[in-house]
């Protein structure tokens, strides 16, 4: 065998995106033993950084040892029980997910079914909700496979008052646009690191409510899973009353995760959430410059997942070919029925910025030009520094 070294890449797709070197750095410090006193003192720390970060005090915040599936899973698991109902709003490839694990948990899943490309609908939501009893209401906040964003508070609000308990993918929102949990009053809010955090993947920050605590401890039966079960988790997490072994904890990870909050909190939330709407109008003014255009109305856009046309006669898959082998650049293809449809172009975390925007549109140009499809590059990159102005 020989060393790995990866190839230099610019990372725009939809996750991981680009890892700043303060936080590589962070995750080649020398490891200790999870039960260490230091760190056990880093972990308060991260826990009272996602809090901060979701908006989430007096919410149990940990940060799960797997991706933002993980923390998918741990919701689904430890909210239904077989006989549960859960409503879940499907308006892109995650929320399936989310369907598949509600239905393995034993619970009667009552789908909500949206177009792709538009937000969940909440009059839809609120005539499934007033069907009948649900534990459970789930949706996405961000969605990835569109670049779609929802009304987070909206969709909590109508839990509530059906007495459901909201569960908030915010794999892809988290960092790149606000997540309040007490706004929302949400119950139970996942994402994951490598998205708008821009940590590497493999750990799923999850944070649930008192209710959300509640409901767990009411359980008739044990959650089927033994690593997520959250009443397990929190004898290692909670802290309180000292911490037992439960599994060793990804320690170099949490160094990362860490790494990048503490980076995340310097900029200041509000500067990031600038940073990649601004980030995201001087891409899109560069784009439609050029006559290319997006899935999603304006309304409805994520600044971090841009989904993009393929326009007729482009070859999709040789474009993205063509920008990693120039370029270095990574940009997504679509999923399920956008499938050779659409790129999807991420400004994520320490991707969104003016020299990656000039950088996809230069090479996505170069690229459009190569398949005969002349554009100016030129025109692109005066539309975005005028949006950058
Ligand atoms: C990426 C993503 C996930 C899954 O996260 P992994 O880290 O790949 O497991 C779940 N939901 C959404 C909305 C995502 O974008």
Not at 366 to 385: F, I, N, P, R, Y
Request: hydrophobic share 50%.
């Amino acid at each position: 065998m020989q060393s790995f070294n990866p190839p230099r890449r610019i990372l725009m797709g939809p996750g991981p995106s680009d890892v700043s070197p303060r936080v590589l750095a962070a995750l080649a410090r020398p490891t200790i033993g999870h039960l260490d006193p230091d760190f056990q003192a880093l972990m308060e720390d991260i826990k009272a950084g996602l809090a901060r970060l979701m908006n989430a005090q007096g919410y149990a915040c940990i940060p799960l040892p797997a991706p933002g599936t993980a923390g998918m899973e741990a919701a689904i698991m430890n909210l239904l029980e077989p006989g549960d109902r859960a409503v879940i709003a499907v308006n892109g490839v995650f929320a399936t997910r989310m369907a598949d694990m509600a239905a393995r948990a034993g619970a009667s899943v009552t789908l909500v079914e949206h177009e792709w490309g538009k937000p969940v609908d909440p009059a839809k939501v609120e005539a499934a909700l007033a069907e009948g009893p649900a534990k459970v209401l789930a949706f996405v906040h961000a969605e990835t496979s569109t670049g779609v964003r929802s009304d987070a508070a909206a969709l909590c609000a109508l839990a509530r008052k059906a007495g459901a308990l909201s569960i908030v993918d915010c794999v892809t929102s988290l960092g790149g646009i606000p997540v309040d949990a007490a706004a929302w009053d949400a119950d139970v809010i996942y994402s994951g690191t490598q998205k708008c955090l821009s940590a590497p993947p493999g750990l799923a920050p999850i944070a649930l409510s008192p209710r959300a605590q509640a409901a767990i401890a009411a359980r008739k039966e044990k959650p089927r899973n033994w690593l997520f079960d959250f009443g397990l988790l929190m004898s290692y997490w909670g802290g309180e009353g000292g911490r037992s072994y439960h599994h060793t904890a990804p320690i170099n990870a949490l160094y990362g995760l860490h790494e990048a909050l503490v980076a995340l909190f310097e900029e200041g939330q509000q500067a990031v959430f600038v940073r990649h709407q601004r980030a995201h109008e001087a891409l899109a003014a560069g784009l439609e410059a050029v006559g290319l255009a997006f899935l999603v109305a304006p309304a409805d856009r994520l600044p971090q997942l841009n989904t993009v046309r393929v326009p007729e006669g482009v070859d999709e898959a040789a474009v993205r070919a063509h920008v990693l082998k120039h370029w270095d650049l990574e940009i997504g293809a679509g999923l399920g029925p956008l499938k050779g449809q659409v790129w999807r172009i991420g400004l994520m975390g320490a991707s969104a910025t003016p020299w990656h925007v000039r950088l996809c549109l230069t090479a996505l140009c170069g690229a459009l030009a190569a398949q005969g499809h002349a554009v100016s590059t030129e025109a692109a990159l005066k539309a975005a520094d005028k949006a950058l102005a």
